[in-house]
T-cell receptor
C-alpha cells in the first residue's frame, strides 16, 4: 500500500550509459515532481507535471527527460550519464484544488551511482 | 532569488528536552511552508504544512509557526524522544506551481 513508489531503489551504472527511473503514486494526485539530492544532502527541484503537462522545468541538462504517461506515473530518463549525475533522486506528488496545492508526499528515493 | 537557511546545522539534546529548529527565508512573499523529516537512507516525510495566511500548525508534539514579515518559521518539538532523531528540512513555495525550495536541514540527535 505504498503511496509513492520508485524503481529501482539503487542504480549503479557506467558513464555514457542511458538509464530510467520510474515513479508511481496511488494517492490519486494530479501533480508529480522530480527532485535531486546531491552529496551535500541539498534537495533541488528538477521537473513537475500537472495532469501529464510539464509545468516546471528547472535548469536541467537536456540529457534529462521526464515522461508522464498518465497522472499516476512520472518517469525520468537520463542519457549519456556523467559522474556528476550521481545523487539520490526523489519523486513526489500532491493534489491541486482550484490552483492551490496540499502537502507533497515523497517516494523513498533512487540512489544513482555513476562510475 | 529565494534562499532558505536552517540553523543550526546539527543539534544534539538529551531525551525529554523541548527544542526549537529555525528556518529563515529571504523573500517573504511565500505561498506556503512545509516541514519534513528525513531518516538516513530514506525519503522525506511531511510533518506540517503552513499556508501563507496561517500563523501556526500543530500535530501531536510538533508545533510549527510562521512569521512571514520577518521571513522566519520555527519547528517546536516537545518532550523529545530518541525516535525524533532525523534530519529536519524546511521548504517554501513561492507560487501556485508549488515548486519547493529547500533549506539544507538540521540534523537532530536525541540522546537516550
Amino acid at each position: 500500500d505504498t503511496a509513492v513508489s520508485q524503481t529501482p531503489k539503487y542504480l549503479v551504472t557506467q558513464m555514457g550509459n542511458d538509464k530510467s527511473i520510474k515513479c508511481e503514486q496511488n494517492l490519486g494526485h494530479d501533480t508529480m515532481y522530480w527532485y535531486k539530492q546531491d552529496s551535500k544532502k541539498f534537495l533541488k527541484i528538477m521537473f513537475s507535471y500537472n495532469n501529464k503537462e510539464l509545468i516546471i522545468n528547472e535548469t536541467v541538462p537536456n540529457r534529462f527527460s521526464p515522461k508522464s504517461p498518465d497522472k499516476a506515473h512520472l518517469n525520468l530518463h537520463i542519457n549519456s550519464l556523467e559522474l556528476g549525475d550521481s545523487a539520490v533522486y526523489f519523486c513526489a506528488s500532491t493534489v491541486s484544488t482550484s490552483g492551490s496545492f496540499s502537502e507533497q508526499y515523497f517516494g523513498p528515493g533512487t540512489r544513482l551511482t555513476v562510475t | 532569488k529565494q534562499e532558505v537557511t536552517q540553523i543550526p546545522a546539527a543539534l544534539s539534546v538529551p531525551e525529554g528536552e523541548n527544542l526549537v529548529l529555525n528556518c529563515s527565508f529571504t523573500d517573504s512573499a511565500i505561498y506556503n511552508l512545509q516541514w519534513f523529516r528525513q531518516d538516513p537512507g530514506k525519503g522525506l516525510t511531511s510533518l506540517l504544512l503552513i499556508q501563507s495566511s496561517q500563523r501556526e500548525q500543530t500535530s501531536g508534539r510538533l508545533n510549527a509557526s510562521l512569521d512571514k514579515s520577518s521571513g522566519r518559521s520555527t519547528l517546536y518539538i516537545a518532550a523529545s524522544q530518541p525516535g525524533d532523531s532525523a534530519t529536519y528540512l524546511c521548504a517554501v513555495s513561492m507560487d501556485s506551481s508549488y515548486k519547493l525550495i529547500f533549506g539544507s536541514g538540521t540534523r537532530l540527535l536525541v540522546r537516550p
